[in-house]
């Protein structure tokens, strides 16, 4: 189904319920050590979220080599590509249905003390390929678990839809999240970034 520089995913049945899931595997060897603790938060923070609009994490298997994780199987595309496809103008009431969906998503992420910290287009997929397709967010590397009166301070994400806290080194909260989601909520009912140049979509250091 894809393949990256350390991992590949592929399609595949689970001989018990006979369902379709997609298998993420990942080669440790090739992996820097910055990559396998990405890869440990996004495990211990997916076993945790049982939500319709985040990926479902099913299974996870490791040893010397390699490791496994048995996920959801999306078939859809992400956003961006969905709505390059479209030329970025989708019907309002198509953007009001993800924009509420991701909303809940965040919404039950922040009452578990998860900040996602990396919400972007590229990282919300659809379901399926079909009309009013429901939504799911993934990439969950970045995401952290923080104690109600914890605050983070590392500079992660996306250059354009990072919040002003994290792009000015201010210690910042859950928000972060609302602010990304502004940003693309922005996008979906207006075709474009409110904040655009060629350093937009450049990732912050991790």
Not at 6 to 13: G, I, N, S, T
Not at 69 to 81: A, H, I, K, Q, R
Request: hydrophobic residues 40%; charged residues 25%.
């Amino acid at each position: 189904m894809g393949k990256g520089s350390f991992a590949e995913v592929r399609a595949a049945v689970n001989r018990i319920t006979n369902k379709n899931v997609a298998v993420k595997i990942l080669k440790k060897s090739v992996m820097t050590d910055a990559q396998l603790e990405r890869t440990r938060y996004e495990i211990e923070t997916l076993r945790i979220c049982q939500h319709p609009n985040i990926m479902t994490l099913h299974d996870v298997f490791e040893n010397a080599d390699y490791i496994y994780l048995v996920l959801e199987y999306l078939t859809g595309g992400n956003l961006f590509d969905f709505l390059k496809e479209k030329g970025f103008s989708i019907p309002e009431k198509t953007a009001c249905k993800y924009i509420y969906s991701i909303a809940h998503a965040l919404n039950y992420l922040h009452t578990f003390g998860i900040i996602h910290r990396d919400i972007k287009p590229d990282n919300i997929v659809l379901a399926c390929q079909e009309e009013g397709s429901d939504i799911k967010i993934v990439d969950f590397g970045l995401a952290r678990i923080f104690s109600p009166n914890e605050l983070a301070e590392d500079s992660v994400g996306t250059l354009c839809y990072a919040a002003p806290e994290i792009l000015l080194g201010k210690k910042y909260d859950r928000m972060v999240d609302m602010w990304s989601l502004g940003v693309l909520t922005h996008l979906l009912l207006v075709g474009e970034l409110p904040f655009f140049d060629k350093e937009s979509e450049k990732e912050l250091a991790k």
